[in-house]
């Protein structure tokens, strides 16, 4: 059974730059959400993707989009990269979208945006 | 005020003692996440729990959903214990997990 790995580890943009970050579930796993970690802080909710639909979203601009894949990989697309962009972005599946599920985390993509 | 608070915010401990983190919430929850933070970014997920306790090696989580409140502790630590503690809160049938910002844990030899 695989976990769940994402792509790139890390990476460099400069502002107004697009990034797109990947990650792929774990093997069952239908459930896909992402989370923003700025340095020092918790994680703050992004989005969830379930079934290939967004099914919630967190208090990020519409520059933030995502998609999921039919084998529930998802992508996390960053438009008009700001400096406060800059964090580790993280990615977790879990089997079904409710709150009272196991989440596997990915290893992050840390972004810096210069 | 967040809506998830732990406590303390950086502990240090000789190898060896018992160690607890707390972690208090504002909000009505369907459950509630224990996870660890290495250096690096990597997350683990140590207990999902809603009520009463969960015991996993040395590793023990409560939770009293009457105080909204929930404890981590740690027996008998060891270096490989040094990490950031992370508690997080789902509400009701919400998908959304609200963080806390998390007990760096430094245990010494």
């Known amino acids: 059974e695989t976990g769940v790995t994402q792509s790139p580890t890390h990476l460099i943009k400069t502002r107004g730059q697009q990034v797109t970050l990947r990650c792929s579930s774990q093997s069952g796993h239908n459930t896909v959400s992402w989370y923003q970690q700025a340095l020092g802080q918790g994680p703050q909710f992004i989005f969830q993707y379930y079934r290939e639909e967004e099914n919630g979203r967190g208090n990020f601009p519409p520059r933030f989009s995502g998609l999921q894949f039919p084998n529930y990989s998802s992508e996390l697309n960053v438009n008009a990269l700001e400096l406060d962009d800059s964090a580790l972005y993280l990615c977790?599946?879990?089997?079904?979208?409710?709150?009272?599920?196991?989440?596997?985390f990915g290893a992050g993509s840390r972004l810096t945006v210069l | 005020k967040n809506e998830v608070e732990q406590s303390p915010q950086n502990l240090t401990a000789q190898e060896g003692e018992f160690i607890t983190i707390n972690c208090s919430y504002s909000?009505?929850?369907?459950?509630l996440h224990w996870l660890q933070q290495h250096p690096g970014g990597g997350i683990v997920s140590l207990f999902m729990?809603?009520?009463g306790k969960k015991k996993h090696g040395r590793l023990i989580a409560t939770i009293n959903i009457q105080e909204k409140h929930s404890s981590l502790h740690i027996t008998a630590s060891h270096p490989r214990d040094s990490a950031v503690y992370i508690c997080?809160?789902?509400?009701?049938?919400?998908?959304?997990?609200?963080f806390g910002k998390g007990t760096l844990l430094t245990v010494n030899p």
């Open positions: 977790a599946s879990s089997l079904g979208s409710g709150g009272a599920n196991v989440l596997t």
């Open positions: 909000v009505g929850i369907s459950a």
């Open positions: 997080a809160v789902s509400g009701g049938s919400n998908y959304k997990l609200t």
């Open positions: 729990l809603s009520s």
